[in-house]
Every structure is written in C-alpha cells, then in structure tokens.
C-alpha cells in the first residue's frame, strides 16, 4: 500500500500538464486497430464533456493536413455513430485535426440510439438534445432497436476496434447485440449494455 503523507497527494497522483481541448464541429483522428486511421466529428459537445460523434471511412494511412477534404461529408455517409468516452481526445491519441468549415447542425442531426430490456420483449429509441444533458425516449420495435447503435458509452479502444471491422466489411455498424453478429474477443470486449427497468 502507499502511504500519502498530508499535503503530497499532489505529487503522488500525476495528471496530464494540459488536456487537450475540442469543440463542436472538430474533426478528428481515430487509429484503428487493424492500422491506418478513421475519421470522426464532434456533432455534439454537452456539459461534463459529453459528446455525440458521426465516424466514416475509408481506412486512411495518413491523416488529411487540410480538413476542407472532408467537409462534403454528412450524416448519411458515417458508418458509425455513438456516444463514445472523450480519453482519446482528451490525451491526444484521436488527434484534432481542424474545424468543419461550416458546422451546421443540419449536416449531424442528433442519432437515433436503440435499447431493449433485459426480457427481450420491450425496445426503446432514444435521442439526446444538443447538450447532451437529457434526452427524448420512445418506443419502438426490437427490430428497429436492433438497427439503431447501441445506447451506450464505448470507450476508446472498444471504438478504435469497432470501427476498424465496420470498414473492414466485417460488420455493419455496431448495435446489434444478439450473439454472432460480431466476433468479439476478450481484449475489445463489447461495451456493456445498459438495461432499463423503465
């Protein structure tokens, strides 16, 4: 055990000098697990840094230096969308890579994410507002559950690998939890499911 005199917690627990900042409409870099990069967009940013993100593809070898390459990208072309953890931003390891020229908000509208209850017999939609602080819930069919992402806050590498097998065309994008729909393994382990009993 370490002992912590007094007035040296400061010096026992090391955090970053700086974090890295990011805003809305910030487009940024995702490594993928099987090499080369993905892309990503800040469509959202709320308080305690809750953020709504749309990924695309293809697989690049090289991050773009000039973002306006990406600004004819829109919501209907992401091969991924989630509510994903912000360490990587963060720490700089899904580096910034600039500002979309226009940031509209009509271009990312918020995204549709699906959850079913542990039965199996009840399924919701739900939709977060633009500060990510509360969200609109409806229900719908565990079908149409099944085809929405998952309700849930993968963290960064469960992101860097589930975006590397969508472009890999091993699988659509993540949110069906049935089993064999995506080989999992014990290293990128599928983000946990949040049951509801509402």
């Not at 990503?40 to 000039?66: C, M, N, T, W």
Request: proline share 9%; aromatic share 10%; hydrophobic share 35%.
């Amino acid at each position: 055990m370490i002992a912590v005199v007094e007035g040296q917690w400061e010096n026992a627990v090391k955090k970053p000098e700086k974090y890295i900042k990011y805003r809305e409409g910030d487009w940024f870099g995702v490594p993928l697990k099987t090499g080369g990069w993905g892309i990503g967009i800040i469509v959202r940013k709320g308080r305690g840094h809750s953020i709504l993100a749309y990924f695309f593809g293809p697989p690049r070898r090289e991050l773009p230096q000039d973002t306006q390459v990406l600004d004819h990208l829109h919501h209907s072309q992401a091969v991924y969308r989630a509510r994903p953890g912000i360490v990587g931003l963060r720490m700089g390891t899904w580096p910034i890579l600039g500002r979309h020229e226009n940031g509209s908000r009509d271009l990312f509208p918020n995204p549709w994410f699906g959850w079913v209850d542990a039965g199996g017999t009840h399924a919701m939609r739900e939709r977060y507002n633009d500060d990510v602080s509360d969200s609109i819930r409806e229900p719908c069919s565990i079908e149409e559950a099944f085809e929405l992402p998952e309700e849930c806050i993968p963290g960064n590498e469960a992101v860097e690998w589930i975006l590397a097998e969508i472009l890999a065309g091993r699988h659509r994008e993540y949110g069906d939890p049935r089993p064999g729909t995506l080989p999992w393994t014990d290293k990128f382990p599928p983000p946990i499911r949040r049951i509801r009993g509402d």
